[in-house]
């Protein structure tokens, strides 16, 4: 039987010591009707006989090989990045992929130690003053951060949240499915056709009652939105500022703390730029900062540094006054199981990188989006649609149905863009388009003559 | 030492990172970083060695016999992670088309498939990111299907006492209010009680069957009838799915919406606390509501169900579709056990319990439930051994560390005092549970002997026992170069 190491001998001598005379006798207490048998009318008929490890083995590279290994220039929330070998060759290391949560502090001082080194990682490059273990990911982060800045801001104590239509429109749907239930609106804030960001001149000067403003940042479009004056007005207006952002871009750009006089309060974002595969969508991870005084109101698990009997240094879950295990209906969320592994990859890939490596992949992310915007864009039929900076995504505008074009660019094995048709029809035609630094001139140049031709045919 | 302090400015790894600094002149100075964050200046080899290192400060399967209950630390297969790393799998865009995808999906509703049929439900989504989450789409659906039937008034969600944490949380953050009801001296839910406790505000109830306290419940037909009868709708809680797969199936109990621990029952590593996959299964009843995205199969191809499709779902968990690479191992560690192997999987899980439920009996431990048989975990309760010996279940939890066992679960059910919920999987040998029970043996003898070896334990480990009170109280959450 897979995985399952018992002999003949041992079910018997087993079954003795039990004092039974079959392992089905064990399930006596089992209304009889509930029971199935495999031999007679089983349930699992949709499941297939089992298959050895090499059969499996050709089953899944068959598969695989259906997918391909398309040039990729989607964005979307999800990008490619070189990860160094060593990130995951450590991180599948086994007392590392098959340890569970680190409840038993003595016996998980490796993982312990490693999420302290994150929270200082993650808090740095945010300029936070705080970070927790993890959240499942980039969406259900802004979710956790919306549901935590409505406990935080006891001044407002409004329910309503300023969602600007810049954020990741997955992002807002999946938050929007977190926080209804419990009377929480999400009221959208329009952007500037023009400039694909918030144009601070539209915000109101009504005294607002939100209990918060979400500032993406780099917006959905790639577009960098005015996040001093934007953190300003929220401040002046009693409302908190949660900042959305990609973890690589602060490798670059400003980090929330020094947004505006007083900096972003909770900070969220999706960490798979950060040594984590693509892999479909999952699993990556959410991460979660905020200023020393809402720690409290943090959701998710937190390390601490302490000390043991003997006064030597060591690491240990922490506040978990806040958790669904300890405060039952009262806790902060739900949220038990995070995304531990993803974390670790993450830690390793910052290590190794170091503030000097982040901020060279970024800004060779950023020059590759801007050849490749210059390349695209001199296609006849092809013009850039903001004249905002953007960061390693931007929105181009094409003279035929974007849908078909990237079916055309998919036969040639080309993953041209992510369709604005949907969630932005307002903008016409329009592509969001990524490059990041693992593109090199030669992929630039190939995405740019096919367009061309697809373009020439027409 | 941390990272930070092995740190030299200047230390660089060039071949990970872009030669040069490109040209970012398009960018106002206004948005760029001044400060540079705190971030390790380390060789290569110093990373590697310093995290290699730390993993071999942590206690895991691989490693250690790890009888977490409520927990399923089974061995998980290397050959689910190796095939859910082969390179097209790691490098798949979540955005790529359907022409780029055949094989993702294909795998995708196969699992969506046997989860069906493994549950006894009608429909599937494997989206939820863990089991909390599967809880809140799972409770997120019964509101929705409420409401869908203008059935408002129904606000509140029952739960055992004896449930896990996530359940009241879950109820919580579906803006209901949570109502408790007590167990019975056998572990099984009060019947009488729940008889008062259900009524025209009744939303529905949150069960995990086997319950937390290692038993299964018997009179669960019993408690669907008096639920749905009162309009409500049952909920499956499916931490404990391990004891009963492929043997009994959740839809056939009665159950409305059910969620599974595929990184606890289909195996799937729990990565030192993630990540984890919750897909939820449902009955008749509630398929229109169920979360999105999911994937159909259509003649020969395979492609996703979005919003458009199912205009009554509660909507998207997260960006993508969830943890695909987990629901990835999930179904290659299904299709390496196959039908019989699944049904195998509850019967060895069950007699491996049975089996240590009596030998801790026979050396004199106490059992929280004697009259009854094990499923796939069992709690003993050391409030004896407490009591007499001033041995508490902590420590025997932390003397187990030094005789190489990961301690049970520990004061969990919070109703069974000084208890270990011990659940000892399929995947080990008889040779190991009798280590085990030998090494729980030896302590309490320890214990009668020499209380302070226990009292004191672990001894052997990375560290002692950790100052919990002042980690909370004087919180050092992230290293600073001066302290």
Redesign the interface.
């Known amino acids: 039987m897979p995985f399952v190491p018992h002999t003949e001998e041992d079910i018997r001598s087993m079954l003795e010591a039990i004092g039974v005379d079959s392992i089905d006798d064990l399930f006596d207490e089992i209304p009889a009707a509930l029971r199935h048998d495999l031999n007679e009318d089983t349930p699992l008929a949709n499941v297939p006989e089992g298959m050895p490890e090499s059969d499996v083995a050709r089953l899944m590279h068959g598969r695989a090989s259906e997918d391909g290994s398309p040039l990729c220039f989607i964005g979307a929330g999800a990008y490619e990045h070189h990860i160094p070998a060593a990130v995951w060759e450590i991180t599948t290391r086994g007392e590392f992929y098959s340890a569970y949560t680190p409840y038993q502090a003595e016996a998980s001082q490796g993982t312990l130690q490693l999420l302290y080194e994150f929270q200082t990682m993650m808090a740095s490059l945010t300029g936070m003053d705080v970070s927790n273990g993890s959240l499942y990911d980039g969406a259900s982060s802004l979710a956790e951060a919306v549901l935590m800045a409505v406990r935080a801001n006891r001044k407002s104590k409004s329910k309503r949240i300023l969602m600007p239509r810049t954020t990741h429109p997955h992002y807002r749907k999946t938050t929007n499915a977190i926080v209804k239930n419990q009377g929480i609106t999400l009221e959208e804030l329009d952007y500037d056709l023009e400039t694909g960001h918030i144009n601070p001149a539209s915000l109101t000067d009504e005294p607002g009652d939100f209990a918060a403003l979400v500032i993406p940042y780099p917006n959905f479009f790639g577009v960098l939105e005015d996040v001093d004056v934007l953190t300003d007005w929220a401040h002046a207006h009693g409302a908190l500022v949660i900042a959305v952002v990609n973890p690589l871009a602060l490798g670059l750009l400003k980090a929330p703390a020094q947004w505006g006089e007083k900096g972003a309060d909770i900070v969220c974002g999706e960490g798979q730029p950060l040594g984590v595969p693509m892999a479909s969508g999952g699993p990556y991870y959410g991460l979660m900062c905020c200023k020393q005084a809402l720690v409290r109101q943090m959701p998710g698990r937190i390390v601490g540094r302490t000390v043991d009997l003997d006064g030597k240094p060591g690491y240990t879950l922490t506040l978990q006054a806040r958790e669904q295990h300890i405060r039952r209906s009262k806790a902060t969320s739900n949220i038990c199981t995070n995304q531990g592994l993803m974390v670790t990859a993450s830690t390793i890939h910052m290590a190794l990188l170091g503030a000097e490596g982040l901020k060279k992949v970024a800004a060779q992310s950023h020059a590759n989006k801007q050849d490749l915007v210059e390349k695209l864009t001199a296609i006849d039929g092809v013009k850039s649609v903001f004249n905002r900076p953007s960061f390693h995504e931007a929105v181009i505008q094409l003279e035929q149905p974007v849908a078909d074009v990237l079916s055309s660019l998919a036969e040639s094995n080309i993953l041209g863009g992510y369709s604005l048709a949907e969630d932005y029809p307002e903008l016409g035609n329009a592509l969001l388009i990524c490059a990041t630094e693992t593109k090199n001139n030669a992929d630039l140049e190939h995405y740019a003559e096919k367009l061309q031709d697809i373009f020439t045919k027409q | 030492m ?3 302090e092995q740190s030299r400015p200047g230390r ?2 060039p071949i ?3 030669a ?5 002149g ?3 100075a ?13 060789s ?1 080899m110093q ?2 060695r ?14 250690q016999f ?1 009888p ?1 209950g409520s ?1 399923t ?5 290397r ?1 689910c ?17 359907e ?6 999906l ?2 995708m509703h196969d699992l969506q ?2 989860l ?3 549950t ?1 439900m009608k429909e599937v989504s494997l989206t939820p ?5 599967g ?2 789409a799972g409770v ?1 659906m019964i ?1 929705a299907y409420h409401d869908a039937n203008n059935d408002t008034e129904r606000c509140e969600i029952i739960v055992p006492d004896a449930a ?3 359940n ?8 209901y209010k ?1 109502r408790e009801i007590p167990t019975d001296a056998n572990g099984d839910v009060d019947l009488a009680a729940l008889k008062e406790a259900v009524g025209p505000q009744t939303a529905g109830i949150m069960l995990t069957n086997p319950s937390t306290l290692g ?2 419940e ?1 009179e ?2 019993n408690i669907a009838d008096i639920v749905h009868k009162a309009g409500g709708l049952l909920y499956y809680d499916g931490a404990n799915l391990n004891a ?1 797969l ?4 959740p839809g ?2 009665g159950f409305d919406v059910i969620h599974m621990n595929l ?1 606890k029952t289909f ?1 799937t ?8 996959a919750g897909p939820v299964g449902v009955s008749e009843r509630l398929i229109p509501f169920l ?1 999105i995205p999911m994937v159909t199969k259509e003649e020969d191809s395979y492609r996703w169900l979005t919003e458009e499709d199912c205009p009554q779902s ?13 629901l ?1 191992r999930a179904y ?1 560690y ?12 509850a ?2 899980a ?3 319990a ?2 240590m439920l ?2 801790m009996r026979d050396a004199g431990f106490e059992l929280a439930y004697p009259n ?3 499923t796939h975990e069992f709690i003993v309760t050391l409030k004896k051994e407490a009591k007499e010996l001033d041995a508490t279940a902590m420590d025997f ?2 003397r187990l ?1 030094d005789y190489g066992y ?2 049970p679960t520990t004061y ?1 059910p919070l109703l069974v005092p000084e208890c270990l919920l011990i659940e000892p999987t ?5 040779e190991e549970l009798d280590g085990f029970i030998a090494a729980m043996i030896a302590i309490k003898k320890e214990a009668e002997d020499s209380i302070e070896v226990v009292k ?1 334990a ?1 001894h052997t ?8 009170v ?3 109280r ?6 600073k170069p001066h302290n």
Request: glycine share 10%; net charge positive.
């Open positions: 941390l990272i930070f660089r790894n990970q990172a872009p040069k600094l490109a040209e970012t398009a960018i106002p206004s948005y760029m970083r001044e400060d540079s964050p705190t971030l390790p200046e380390a290569e990373v590697v310093h995290y290699t290192k730390l993993s071999q400060l942590n206690f895991s399967i691989d490693t790890y977490l927990c630390m089974k061995y998980n297969p050959a992670n190796t095939l859910a790393s082969l390179p097209s799998f790691l490098g798949r865009h979540p955005f790529a088309p022409s780029h995808s055949q094989g993702f294909g795998c498939e046997m069906k049929d493994v006894g990111a863990a089991g909390a989450q809880e809140f997120a509101r896990h944490g996530t009241p949380a879950t109820a919580v953050m579906c803006g949570v038993v299964f018997p669960i037909k009963i492929g043997k009994v199936r056939d109990m990184h195996s590593p729990h990565g030192g606390g993630g990540p984890g979360p509660i909507g998207r968990l997260s960006c993508f579709m969830g943890n695909a690479g987990v990835m290659i299904a299709r390496l056990l196959g039908r019989e192997g699944m049904h195998r999987v019967e060895f069950t007699l491996n049975n089996y009596v030998k009854r048989r094990a939890a932390k560390l990961h301690a969990f399929e995947s080990e040998t008889q004191g672990p480990l990375p560290v002692r026992r950790l100052d919990d002042k980690a909370a004087e919180l050092d959450l992230t290293w």
